[in-house]
């Protein structure tokens, strides 16, 4: 009997764990972010190809999602797609022409800078801006 309550309060609390939320990002060069699903609703603000999200939830052909702030809105399925992407989510972030500090800083960003990212090498990321801009970037200054 031991046994069987045992295994029952393990399943319980592994089914209990909420589930990883899925991340999508933004493959439009430009998408509107919207107060609820549907082109009817107001635009909360708009974001840049590559822009990362959590998705709470669909809606029709509508996602509501979460950023790497905790800001909350929605967005249509033709505009997202299954990216590896990060934003910078540092005040100065620096991206260099290799992977590591010794190389030379190519350019810096603030926060909210949406990446695709081509490659990893330990914690650097080498990325690329929607613009053509690329280089790598430390994994902490990012979501």
Same mark, same amino acid.
Not at 119 to 130: G, I
């Given at each position: 009997?031991?046994? *069987?309550? /045992?295994? /029952?309060?393990?399943?319980?609390?592994?089914?209990?764990?909420?589930?990883?939320?899925?991340?999508?990002?933004?493959?439009?060069?430009?998408?509107?972010?919207?107060?609820?699903?549907?082109?009817?609703y107001d635009?909360?603000?708009?974001?840049?190809? #590559? #822009?990362?999200?959590?998705?709470?939830?669909?809606?029709? !052909?509508? #996602?509501?999602?979460?950023?790497? +702030?905790?800001?909350?809105?929605?967005?249509?399925?033709?505009? !997202?797609?299954?990216?590896?992407?990060?934003?910078? !989510?540092?005040?100065? *972030?620096n991206v260099?022409?290799?992977?590591?500090?010794?190389?030379?800083?190519?350019?810096?960003?603030?926060?909210?800078?949406?990446?695709?990212?081509? +490659?990893?090498?330990?914690?650097?990321?080498?990325?690329?801006?929607?613009?053509?801009?690329?280089?790598?970037?430390?994994?902490?200054?990012?979501?």
């Amino acid at each position: 009997m031991r046994f *069987c309550t /045992l295994t /029952l309060l393990a399943f319980w609390a592994v089914s209990s764990q909420p589930a990883l939320a899925e991340r999508l990002a933004i493959t439009a060069s430009i998408a509107n972010i919207r107060s609820g699903p549907g082109s009817s609703y107001d635009i909360l603000w708009s974001v840049q190809k #590559y #822009y990362p999200f959590e998705v709470i939830k669909k809606e029709g !052909a509508w #996602y509501q999602f979460r950023d790497f +702030e905790g800001d909350s809105g929605w967005v249509h399925d033709s505009l !997202a797609g299954k990216l590896q992407t990060v934003i910078t !989510a540092k005040p100065n *972030c620096n991206v260099r022409t290799g992977a590591g500090t010794e190389n030379e800083i190519v350019f810096s960003v603030g926060i909210g800078v949406p990446f695709k990212v081509l +490659e990893q090498k330990s914690n650097w990321l080498r990325v690329l801006h929607a613009d053509g801009d690329q280089g790598w970037i430390h994994d902490s200054l990012v979501w």
